[in-house]
């Protein structure tokens, strides 16, 4: 059974400073996936990573996968208020599966 | 409207009673997905539809659970004799075709157990 562990689940950190959000998963996988939700709001999608050594980059954030170690990281840089929110990784299991596997999320909290 | 389209936003219903949950999906989309969301967790995979291809049922957790989608575009998702543990938000999602990647979600019912 996929298992898809995030963290840290919670992260309050200063306006202008970075950081990392990490998303490890349990069997392989070559598509990996990353949303935003705001308070009381749905789920946004952020990135699409499928294949291994795929970045993308949005903004102040930066996603990577790394299919071998199994893990993709969420990178925040400078962050700002505005990226206040939960941010959840959903592994495909399957390559192609419509059954993604989310993690729990990781609520962030950007303090002026 | 552009997006999908869940109602209602809210539910709040004594244990035991059946709910009927509604998704419009975006005009469209063959693949309507359901997820509940219960407090603190990330999405659970609940069940999916795609075109007129027999449902994948796979992720109900119970036999009380059930989904049906009407034409390839409405669909309702039915919890009968509700328990406390039923308490979450149920979000519903659909696509183009079968692309988990794209695809868009509502913005919930919250379900409310007493």
């Known amino acids: 059974e996929l298992k898809v562990e995030q963290n840290p689940l919670f992260l309050s950190m200063q306006e202008g400073k970075n950081y990392t959000i990490y998303c490890n998963y349990s069997?392989?996988?070559?598509?990996l996936y990353w949303y935003r939700q705001d308070p009381g709001k749905s789920l946004e999608s952020l990135f699409v990573l499928l294949s291994n050594g795929a970045v993308k980059q949005e903004g102040r954030l930066m996603a990577s996968l790394d299919t071998k170690a199994r893990l993709s990281t969420l990178h925040i840089t400078a962050a700002v208020h505005d990226l206040s929110a939960t941010y959840f990784c959903?592994?495909?299991?399957?390559?192609?599966?419509?059954?993604?596997?989310f993690g729990k999320g990781t609520k962030l909290t950007v303090n002026p | 409207g552009a997006g999908v389209s869940q109602s209602p936003s809210n539910k709040v219903t004594e244990k035991g009673k059946d709910v009927e949950l509604r998704c419009d999906p975006i005009?469209?989309?063959?693949?309507l997905y359901w997820y509940r969301q219960s407090l603190g967790q990330g999405l659970e995979f609940l069940i999916y539809f795609q075109g007129n291809s027999a449902p994948d049922k796979s992720g109900l957790p119970s036999d009380r659970f059930s989904a049906e989608r009407t034409g390839g575009s409405v669909s309702t998702l039915t919890i009968q004799r509700t328990q406390q543990e039923d308490s979450a938000v149920y979000l519903c999602?659909?696509?183009?075709?079968?692309?988990?990647?794209?695809?868009?979600f509502g913005d919930g019912t919250r379900l409310s157990i007493l």
């Open positions: 005009s469209g989309h063959t693949a």
């Open positions: 999602a659909s696509s183009l075709g079968p692309a988990p990647w794209a695809q868009h």
């Open positions: 959903a592994v495909d299991p399957q390559g192609g599966s419509e059954k993604l596997v």
């Open positions: 069997t392989t996988s070559d598509r």
